[in-house]
């Protein structure tokens, strides 16, 4: 190991299980090391839950007499918290070294790793002791992603492992020899190079694929509320010819949907056994393109107000099963994917919000004739239908490369080992220990949420002192739609995510302070407020902005709180409950504001 330590000359080095010997393995490969170059750092975790405070003050003795002030050692009752803390600071190791504890612990060990992120593309991995009597990490480290993919859902521990690791000896061994060295570095992920785009040379990884599959998802989730919520004045022109039904459509809409969403995302959360979320996920969409398509249909008939009116809410209800269905889906596998993935898709949600305005804005300039309308309705419902059904050809894209992937192999013998990888769940997970472990960041969602949904009732209802309200009302929603955009997307770096869950929660409140400045705005056109058109428009971005950081945050944070797959896949259906319950609650408190300004 001192050797190969002079030959690669390692910045930073990890060393876990020094409580086993008490530091006995730590000394003597420092002094080892030490020999060879001085230009080191080695950090030893050391596990204090079965160690007495003498045995502690012993370590912490022997490693202070030895004067290796290259030694770091890190005291911790909770290991997972503090490597967890190592990858959220950006900490980067070169070596990491498992002191040999059990066959059992020595692979919990490594999957925790794996996990957490520690071990990367290049880590060089040792472990002190003897392999040849530990056949289960030997089987891990030299099987086939499939092999280790399947053992890892079988052999379920708090943290799953990686499946997408490949392990290679150092001593470049024949790799017919199946004998496994001390030393191993991690080889590659397995990640395909999907195609390359001409002219730049830039290749398309199977990473990417996922990213922007999980964006497609967030984006066709969302798009069909908000196609109902801005083609608000083509329904209202629809059902012109009853004054009453013209009126209530906005609130009808949105009472319908939210009420309908939080019902059927109650009874999916509830049923988990046996649940395929990935078959959710294409479920809904396949809905989505069904009820917009009929709405596309409708635009070019006659319409009967009335059958018309119960036919749109029946396509809303429709359209909230199916975003229900996808929701719950798509939260599942992003719990279990990752954070960055958890961000591809509340940002896809946010484009879903700023396209529909974008275009809105576009039709009021180029298209002022009434006699457009039907046509124009017809286009954003078509529209919506071949988005769900883009996302569902990404959806089978991604399966392929997947599987793909799983199926590479190193070693010949293990091509012949089945990947068994349908993401379904066999147990119960209770809404109660749910909320025992999120119930700060979904209070910071119900907070964050309820608080938005007044959002449109000002910035319908402010209006310029010098631009007409067709176009000042659809920039307001632009610029907060924007803003939501750009919360979401500072969240991809990590120094603008909110980690601490209190701090998340105290944010949230704090975005109450929005509502007496929206109070001060010219409401109804009355002239009587003291905020102008430029202060009102930059309180709307900074409103979206707020909203797309806090819940971009929150989705990111959810998967790292959770420890099973099947915590973090019940975790999908209990969020989106709450997603709805907060909607319905803002949705309420909207008709409040509404009297209040009017």
């Not at 009587?528 to 900074?542: C, E, K, N, P, R």
């Amino acid at each position: 190991m001192a050797n190969i330590f002079q030959s690669t000359t390692p910045d930073s080095i990890l060393h876990i299980g020094t409580e086993r010997d008490f530091g006995y393995s730590l000394l003597c490969l420092s002094n080892f090391f030490h020999k060879k170059s001085p230009n080191f750092k080695i950090n030893s975790l050391i596990n204090t839950t079965h160690l007495s405070e003498g045995q502690i003050q012993l370590i912490q003795y022997l490693v202070n007499l030895s004067g290796l002030s290259e030694i770091n050692l890190i005291f911790t009752s909770n290991v997972a918290d503090t490597l967890s803390s190592f990858t959220e600071e950006g900490q980067h190791f070169d070596w990491i070294i498992i002191n040999h504890m059990s066959p059992i612990a020595d692979l919990e060990y490594l999957r925790m790793l794996e996990s957490i992120g520690i071990i990367q593309p290049r880590s060089v991995i040792f472990k002190t002791g003897d392999y040849s009597k530990n056949s289960d990490l030997k089987d891990y480290l030299l099987g086939a992603p499939s092999f280790r993919r399947q053992f890892n859902s079988v052999n379920s521990t708090w943290y799953t492992g990686r499946w997408n690791l490949i392990y290679k000896s150092m001593n470049d061994k024949d790799e017919k020899d199946n004998t496994l060295d001390n030393v191993l570095y991690v080889n590659k992920t397995v990640d395909l190079t999907i195609f390359t785009i001409p002219f730049i040379n830039k290749s398309i990884s199977l990473l990417h694929l996922k990213y922007t599959v999980f964006l497609l998802c967030g984006i066709s989730n969302l798009w069909p509320w908000n196609c109902f919520l801005s083609a608000s004045e083509y329904f209202q022109d629809a059902f012109k010819e009853s004054p009453k039904l013209s009126g209530s459509y906005s609130s009808t809409m949105m009472t319908i949907s939210t009420f309908g969403s939080a019902v059927f995302n109650f009874i999916l959360s509830q049923r988990q056994n046996g649940a395929d979320y990935k078959y959710r996920l294409k479920l809904g969409n396949i809905i989505q393109v069904i009820v917009f398509f009929a709405m596309t249909i409708s635009t070019l008939v006659p319409k009967q107000v009335v059958l018309y009116f119960v036919f749109v809410m029946f396509a809303v209800l429709m359209s909230a099963v199916g975003s229900c269905f996808a929701q719950v889906g798509v939260l599942a596998l992003v719990n279990v994917e990752g954070s960055i993935y958890a961000n591809a898709n509340v940002v896809g949600n946010a484009i879903a919000g700023v396209l529909p305005s974008i275009s809105l804005i576009g039709a009021i300039i180029v298209n002022k004739q009434k006699g457009n309308r039907d046509r124009e309705a017809m286009n954003y419902f078509f529209t919506s239908s071949v988005i769900c059904i883009i996302t569902l050809v990404s959806i089978k894209l991604l399966d392929y490369y997947e599987t793909k992937a799983t199926n590479y192999s190193r070693h010949p013998s293990n091509l012949e080992l089945e990947d068994e990888t349908k993401t379904e769940q066999h147990n119960h997970i209770s809404f109660s220990y749910l909320w025992s472990v999120l119930k700060l960041v979904q209070l910071t969602i119900f907070f964050t949420f309820s608080l938005t949904l007044i959002f449109p009732v000002f910035a319908s209802n402010v209006e310029s002192t010098h631009i007409d309200k067709k176009y000042f009302v659809p920039l307001a929603f632009l610029l907060w739609n924007f803003g939501d955009l750009a919360g979401r997307i500072l969240t991809a770096f990590p120094i603008f995510t909110l980690t601490n869950q209190y701090s998340m929660l105290i944010y949230s409140l704090s975005r109450s302070l929005f509502v007496p400045l929206f109070l001060g705005c010219n409401l109804k056109n009355r002239g009587t407020g003291f905020i102008g058109d430029a202060v009102y428009l930059i309180l709307q971005f900074l409103f979206g902005l707020t909203n797309g950081q806090i819940f971009s945050s929150c989705f990111m944070t959810i998967g790292t709180l959770l420890k099973t797959e099947e915590e973090k896949k019940a975790a999908g259906g209990f969020t989106a409950f709450l997603i709805n319950v907060s909607l319905l609650v803002g949705s309420l408190l909207s008709y409040f504001f509404v009297y209040l300004i009017t």
